[in-house]
């Protein structure tokens, strides 16, 4: 299931920020750790699968005002902020409205010249891929409450999924509802496991 963001820990505050297409559940892994001396907030950016909707046109202020609105009502005034790839674009906006102690900007993008809108197509590939996902998700979510446990070697979900082994996502640029399958491999799945 895709949720908003995570909370957790307590010290000064830090907030996460993922990169192009992921979650907040990137940071997983070392959430313990930084749980450890700091109130965590990892959120899902706008636009993003689980994140708030952007209604009318995708820019990176959108972004970063949704951001600023989230640390708003979880009552960060400013923040220690990492950020990867669109995050670390995103923290080092949001350094620039004063609303960062610090800033760990992990391989942030941007840097597209003045003039230069080529981004734009990124960011509307980015919402059709949204768009995708959302619908898969409420496929995925079905499966797995369907399977107890098991190793298939094809089934199919509906006629715009197919599950096949061996974890891969290939979706097409083309929607859920065309007859073009996403597919979704797994070499060995059980309905304990998280998709």
Not at 30 to 49: F, S, Y
Not at 87 to 104: F, I, K, M, Q, W
Request: aromatic share 6%; proline share 5%.
């Amino acid at each position: 299931m895709f949720t908003p963001s995570h909370r957790g820990g307590s010290g000064p505050p830090l907030v996460c920020l993922h990169g192009f297409m992921d979650t907040w559940r990137t940071w997983e892994i070392v959430l313990p750790e930084l749980e450890r001396r700091h109130d965590v907030l990892a959120l899902t950016l706008a636009g993003h699968t689980g994140g708030p909707p952007i209604e009318g046109e995708i820019s990176v202020g959108v972004i970063v005002d949704a951001v600023e609105r989230t640390m708003d009502e979880a009552g960060f005034e400013i923040a220690h902020i990492v950020g990867d790839s669109l995050g670390g674009y995103v923290a080092l906006e949001l350094a620039s409205r004063g609303r960062a102690a610090t800033v760990v900007a992990l391989a942030p993008a941007g840097g597209w010249a003045k003039g230069d809108e080529s981004y734009k197509e990124l960011l509307r590939a980015q919402s059709t891929l949204h768009e995708q996902m959302e619908q898969l998700s409420n496929v995925v979510d079905g499966v797995h409450e369907n399977f107890q446990a098991a190793t298939f070697s094809s089934v199919v979900v509906s006629s715009s999924v197919t599950l096949m082994p061996s974890l891969n996502v290939a979706p097409s640029r083309s929607s859920l509802t065309s007859s073009a399958p996403l597919i979704i491999r797994q070499r060995s799945w059980a309905a304990s496991s998280s998709l």
